[in-house]
């Protein structure tokens, strides 16, 4: 069985590997490419929408009820986009 996460702007499940998971790690939103580090995650998907979507709404710090930096997001989410 395929584990699934929700993508926190469409709120639609995916595979897990098909996501961008976000973590928060000493205090700082960082993309967790290995799926390992500890701690309360969140997950977006790879359409460019959704991407927006998270920025706009602060959909990933709400999640992870942090306050929100779009900056820090942007710049992260910066290396998906095109
Ligand atoms: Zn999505």
């Known amino acids: 069985m395929i584990s699934?996460?929700?993508?926190?702007?469409?709120?639609?499940?995916?595979?897990?590997?098909?996501?961008?998971?976000?973590?928060?790690?000493?205090?700082?939103?960082?993309?967790?490419?290995?799926?390992?580090?500890?701690?309360?995650?969140?997950?977006?998907?790879?359409?460019k929408e959704c991407m927006n979507k998270a920025i706009k709404r602060n959909s990933v710090f709400r999640s992870l009820k942090v306050a929100p930096k779009k900056e820090a997001l942007e710049k992260l989410l910066s290396d998906y986009v095109d």
């Open 4 to 47: 699934t996460r929700m993508c926190v702007a469409c709120k639609t499940n995916y595979p897990k590997g098909e996501l961008i998971r976000f973590v928060i790690q000493d205090g700082t939103l960082v993309i967790d490419l290995t799926g390992k580090i500890e701690g309360r995650g969140c997950y977006l998907c790879r359409k």
